[in-house]
């Protein structure tokens, strides 16, 4: 019951985020995809009233009033769900001006909070928008300890306020780079864990008593405040984590904090440990296609991985942590219908199209713990759709429309700028570069 109320507490929250511009919409023959894992449906019909789905499937009546959209056949789907990147907080990589993914020097760790830093005018919203992609989970990177601060749920609209909600998880590092952040060893680390989690308990009885050091302090006041939304449930504790046995090192350690929901992210070895994930209940945010040893901590990578978990039960969603994440969650696409085409290899482990639509939709929702709110067309939802000229997990399909909110959104990217302006170079002076 305590983790319901939790539950429906940052439902309420995100909820409460909807623009005020939000609006209403019926999309008609459509070949309708719910985003739940189900089939497609012929001739399908969503409405969104006042930024909200109230109904989708066939035979669905529309309201007077409302503008009717004719999808003329095409698919007709959720937008896609970014369920792990950094965009919005940094621009370009090598200008430590344009990025706050990182906070080198701070003495603060798991209190940072993402949220400000957000910029919607980041051009990598645009042209991932202009893409399909309506909500992103967005992440810090640490540096110097094991727990990176707490991240948000953005969407990815033309409006000045790209924050969905605000402190919805801790991000933490775990494997290699938690071994370095935590003193060289992965031991070290799990003992910087269970001290954080044992700190941020004794903080939350007791906040007056709390012995902070500064800096000094392995979890400074700060710090333990914010871990306190992990240790009691409120938020979800994203783990990046790749080696199989060092998932299993968490899931034990998982037993001492039962309320502490684990999300882990990128697990190239995930498909080793798929029923103890599945027994544990610990959803995942995979890196789709890994299938090269990049370290030591990945050697069993395999791209059947996502396959091989979701056949043992675990819950699994799409993400691209380290695999460009400032600018392209619109790999996403790509990789789910990569998913597909293993279906296709003899010996290999792919994915349905259903479930693999849903694993760039619903399930990174639901791994947030924000299923009922977004990732599918399901009523109740944000009304984030999109009209594809095709397949939209094909490669030669593209975006046609895209509505976050019932919002109809700008498909303008940067990059059409520039194409229109310097496609047919004209006689004599070219047009200065930035005049916009």
């Known amino acids: 019951m305590k983790r319901l109320l ?11 985020a909807v623009p005020a511009a939000a609006q209403s919409v019926a999309i008609t023959n459509a070949k309708l995809v719910i985003g739940d894992g189900s089939a497609p449906i012929e ?21 007077a009033n409302v503008e009717t959209v004719d999808a003329g056949g095409r698919y007709v789907t959720p937008g896609i769900v970014a369920g ?57 990177e640490t540096r110097g300890a094991i727990f990176a601060g707490q991240g948000a749920i953005i969407d990815l609209g ?51 008593a709390y012995l902070d050091q500064g800096r000094d302090a392995l979890v400074n006041r700060a710090d333990a405040a914010a871990l306190g939304a992990v240790v009691s449930g409120r938020v979800p504790l994203l783990i990046h984590v790749e080696r199989a046995s060092d998932m299993r ?9 039962p309320a502490v929901r684990m999300v882990f992210v990128g697990a190239s070895e995930g498909w080793m ?28 990578a395999t791209q059947s991985n996502v396959g091989r978990m979701k ?50 939709s619903s399930v990174p929702a639901e791994a947030m713990g924000l299923g009922g709110e977004l990732g599918s067309l399901r009523p109740g939802r944000h009304g984030d759709v999109v009209i594809w000229s095709g397949d939209p997990l094909e490669l030669d399909s ?14 303008a990217t940067r990059q059409d700028a520039l194409l229109k302006r310097y496609l047919e170079p004209q006689e004599g002076a070219l047009p200065k570069a930035y005049t916009r």
Not at 85 to 102: A, C, M
Not at 182 to 191: E, K, M, Q, T, Y
Not at 275 to 293: G, K, M, Q, T, W
Request: hydrophobic fraction near 50%; proline fraction near 5%.
């Open 6 to 16: 939790l539950l429906t507490a940052a439902i309420s929250a995100i909820a409460s």
């Open 43 to 63: 001739g399908g019909t969503v409405v969104v009233r006042d930024g909200k789905v109230v109904a989708a499937g066939r035979n669905v009546a529309v309201p």
């Open 84 to 140: 792990f990147t950094r965009i919005g907080i940094v621009e370009v990589d090598g200008v430590d001006q344009t990025n706050d993914s990182i906070a080198s020097n701070s003495p603060f760790h798991a209190a940072i909070d993402i949220a400000p830093a957000i910029n919607p005018r980041t051009s990598a919203i645009a042209l991932n928008r202009a893409e399909g992609i309506t909500r992103a989970v967005v992440a810090p």
């Open 158 to 208: 033309t409006d000045s306020n790209p924050v969905s909600l605000p402190r919805a998880f801790q991000f933490m590092e775990y494997g290699e780079s938690g071994a370095r952040a935590a003193g060289g060893s992965r031991p070290a680390a799990i003992v910087a864990f269970r001290d954080a989690l044992k700190a941020a308990s004794a903080y939350a009885k007791a906040p007056g």
């Open 249 to 257: 090192a968490l899931v034990a350690l998982g037993r001492d904090f």
């Open 273 to 300: 440990v798929a029923a103890e994930l599945a027994a544990a209940r610990i959803p995942v945010i995979a890196s789709a296609l890994n299938d090269l040893p990049e370290a030591f901590e990945s050697l069993a």
């Open 311 to 360: 056949a043992a039960g675990v819950t699994v969603g799409i993400g691209i942590i380290n695999d460009n994440d400032t600018r392209q969650a619109r790999y996403e696409k790509q990789y789910a219908g990569n998913l597909v085409a293993l279906t296709k290899i003899p010996g290999a482990t792919g994915l349905d199209w259903n479930a693999a639509f849903a694993a760039i």
């Open 398 to 411: 593209a975006a046609l429309s895209v509505y976050i909110d019932g919002v109809k959104q700008s498909l």
